[in-house]
C-alpha cells in the first residue's frame, strides 16, 4: 500500500503514519504559485520524522520516480536522499540527488520545464517514492514527453535497428487517444476504399455529436433497464470513444479534461455549477 505525504492545503499535518496533509486541498496551478511557502517551516520536526521512517540504502538513498498526475505517465526516474526529498516538500519541485556529481537536481532547472509536485508517496516498504505532479513540458532530455518510449518487444524483434519513433508508453485510454490524434492526421490525405469509422467521425461533425447522444441514451437505458454489467461496461466504452473524438475535432485533451476534474475535488458540485452560471 503506498502512503500520501503531500497536499497543497492550508495548515500543515502529519500524521502517525507520516502521512503529510493540510486542510481544504486545492490541486490547481494557482494554488501552487499562491501557497509555494505554505509548507514545512513550522513543522521541520514531523518532517525529520518522516524522512526518518525511509528505508535509505548504505549511501543514503532511495529511488524516486515522477508521475504525471492526469495522464498516469510515468516521466522519469532519479535518485533522492534526505534533503532532495526535504527540498522537493518545500518548493513543490521534483528534486533528486545526482549520483555523478554529489549534488542536488531541480527537474527543469536549465530546462525549465519543471515537475510541479502535488503529491509525494512512499510504497509499502517505504524504500522508494513517487512524486505525483505536473510538467511543465517535456520531461526527458530528448524533447520526448517522459523518458519511457523504447519498446522492449521491438527491440527484441529488431535489436539493430533502434527506432527514434516516439513511442510513448501509453495506457489505454492514452493509446486511444493518440489511434484518434493519428486518424485526424490521415482524414486529408487521399486515399482508396471505405475510410474507418473514426475518419468518418472525424470528417463529420453532425455525425459524431448524433452518435454521442445515441451511445449516451443507450447508457442511461442500461440502468433503467436494469441490464447486466458487462452491457454498462460496453456502452460507456461507446460513449467514451465517441466523445474523445470530438474532443479530437475540438483540439482538446483528455489530460485537459482529467486537470478541469482534479480541480474539482476540492470544490462541491453546488459551488462548481455556480461559478459557471456566473462566468456564463
Known amino acids: 500500500m503506498a502512503v500520501s505525504y503531500l497536499h497543497c492545503l492550508n495548515s500543515l499535518k502529519v500524521s502517525s503514519r507520516g502521512r503529510v496533509s493540510f486542510s481544504r486541498p486545492d490541486y490547481s496551478r494557482s494554488c501552487l504559485r499562491r501557497r509555494s511557502a505554505c509548507l ?109 518510449y523504447t519498446r522492449v518487444s521491438e527491440l527484441l524483434e529488431h535489436p539493430e535497428n533502434e527506432s527514434e519513433e516516439n513511442k510513448l508508453a501509453l495506457t489505454t485510454l492514452y493509446s486511444l487517444e493518440s489511434t484518434i490524434s493519428q486518424r485526424k492526421a490521415e482524414v486529408e490525405a487521399p486515399e482508396s476504399g471505405k475510410p474507418s469509422w473514426t475518419k468518418r467521425l472525424l470528417s463529420d461533425s453532425n455525425l459524431c455529436c448524433s452518435k454521442i447522444r445515441e451511445e449516451a441514451d443507450e447508457l442511461c437505458r442500461s440502468l433503467e433497464e436494469n441490464e447486466d454489467k458487462s452491457r454498462t461496461a460496453s456502452e460507456m466504452a461507446d460513449v467514451l470513444y465517441h466523445a474523445m473524438v470530438l474532443l479530437a475535432l475540438r483540439d482538446v485533451k483528455m489530460e485537459d479534461v482529467l486537470q478541469v476534474l482534479r480541480q474539482r475535488f476540492s470544490q462541491s458540485g453546488i459551488e462548481e455549477k455556480k461559478n459557471r452560471a456566473s462566468k456564463g
Open 40 to 148: 514545512v517551516f513550522a513543522s521541520s520536526n514531523k518532517v525529520e520524522t518522516l524522512l526518518d521512517s525511509i528505508k535509505w540504502d548504505d549511501k543514503g538513498l532511495a529511488v524516486a520516480i515522477a508521475q504525471n498526475v492526469d495522464t498516469g505517465a510515468i516521466l522519469m526516474q532519479g535518485f533522492v536522499n534526505r534533503d532532495a526529498v526535504a527540498t522537493t516538500i518545500s518548493s513543490r519541485k521534483a528534486t533528486f540527488f545526482s549520483r555523478s556529481r554529489s549534488t542536488l537536481w531541480t527537474k527543469g532547472e536549465t530546462s525549465n520545464n519543471f515537475i510541479n509536485v502535488q503529491d509525494i508517496f512512499l510504497d509499502c516498504d517505504r524504500d522508494s517514492i513517487i512524486y505525483l505532479g505536473k510538467p511543465d513540458g517535456p520531461t526527458c532530455h530528448t524533447g520526448a514527453e517522459t523518458c519511457y
